[in-house]
């Protein structure tokens, strides 16, 4: 591996950094110039300790943490445990947030292997600076500017929030610098505080990094608006991505391929409707990522075996209603249980990992 990238070009790298999901770089020219500059570039991804992680967390994100490893950029993977409880998650009882770290560990070292992992406890413990610089960035901005971030965090200024909800935005902005992070990397939900970070970084005269964002997976219900952005396009990706809050839209990498099968069976995929359909959301997101094709067996009444070489060609012929959803649905299904199938084996051996999502509170 390390020899296939020393030899790889700067266009290989932004080829595999480009590719979905990615969705947003902030900016290409930065990007460019740093992988110009530095030959294994400091990356990192955050993220809370909550509930069992479902495609949308460990496949979305690891298939991009793999595309960056493949790239030479040293990954990072930042579990962020006190995050977590300032966010309530598990009830704020901490030592249950702290078994259940071990089991997020787990899932990445395994399907991206030669990813490092940082819990938050270690990256603050005994680190006078991070809090100095805590109190420094939040100098350089307001509570109403510190608020809109909050939809980070999954919530916003009409929830009643304790105090310390507050200082989750810029924590996560000095995360960043703790670790001297040259690439941010997050879901789109998180692009407020990346931009928050490239705003005040330069004031104080830091590194600022570059922002790259992946696409949400959407779960597998009818897309709604709850109004957890004033944008409402990503206010319709916000409110409608895959959540483990809503089991029943969502897979989860222990799913069984039955499970898989009936979960996707009840997907909202209206026939030729391609805007924010779930089941082609998979397909351009996950399959197409592994697989450089796309074959949907059909009954020979129907029009037999059709192959797509890319996204495009199964976007359009769905569009013109040339593929019907069971269709669709069936071959999306068997190809996410081969995907997740040795995840979950992996994690048969290790269920001593799961016993605290048994009776937690995960919300």
Avoid at 232 to 254: A, E, G, R, V
Avoid at 264 to 285: F, H, R, S
């Amino acid at each position: 591996m390390e020899h296939l990238v020393l030899n790889m070009d700067i266009e290989e790298k932004i080829n595999l950094i480009t590719r979905p999901p990615t969705e947003e770089i902030v900016t290409m020219d930065d990007l460019r110039s740093l992988l110009e500059n530095e030959e294994h570039p400091k990356h990192y991804i955050g993220f809370e300790i909550s509930g069992l992680m479902h495609i949308g967390t460990l496949l979305i994100s690891g298939f991009k943490i793999n595309d960056f490893i493949k790239a030479g950029i040293n990954c990072r993977v930042f579990l962020a445990d006190w995050h977590s409880y300032i966010n309530n998650k598990f009830g704020g009882d901490w030592d249950k947030i702290r078994i259940a770290s071990k089991y997020y560990e787990e899932a990445f070292k395994f399907f991206c292997p030669g990813v490092e992992i940082v819990h938050g406890s270690e990256l603050y413990r005994g680190n006078d600076e991070y809090w100095k610089n805590l109190v420094k960035f939040s100098k350089h901005i307001t509570l109403a500017r510190n608020t809109r971030c909050l939809t980070i965090m999954g919530r916003s200024k009409k929830d009643k929030l304790d105090f310390a909800q507050y200082l989750y935005p810029p924590m996560q902005a000095i995360d960043i610098k703790a670790m001297d992070i040259d690439i941010a990397h997050a879901g789109m939900d998180q692009r407020k505080v990346h931009m928050l970070t490239r705003e005040v970084f330069p004031r104080l005269k830091w590194k600022v990094p570059i922002a790259i964002h992946h696409s949400l997976l959407p779960g597998l219900s009818e897309p709604s608006r709850l109004g957890l952005d004033e944008n409402s396009k990503l206010d319709m990706i916000f409110s409608s991505k895959m959540s483990k809050s809503k089991p029943f839209t969502c897979i989860f990498i222990h799913d069984d391929a039955d499970e898989i099968e009936k979960k996707m069976q009840k997907a909202w995929c209206p026939e030729g409707v391609t805007d924010y359909n779930p089941v082609l959301e998979i397909a351009k997101q996950i399959i197409f990522h592994e697989f450089n094709v796309l074959e949907i067996d059909r009954p020979a009444k129907f029009g037999g075996k059709i192959t797509f070489e890319n996204y495009y060609e199964l976007e359009k012929a769905y569009k013109e209603k040339k593929l019907h959803p069971a269709d669709l649905k069936a071959e999306v299904a068997k190809i996410i249980d081969k995907i997740v199938a040795p995840i979950r084996s992996h994690f048969k051996s290790k269920k001593e990992l799961l016993d605290v999502f048994k009776s937690a509170d995960m919300t």
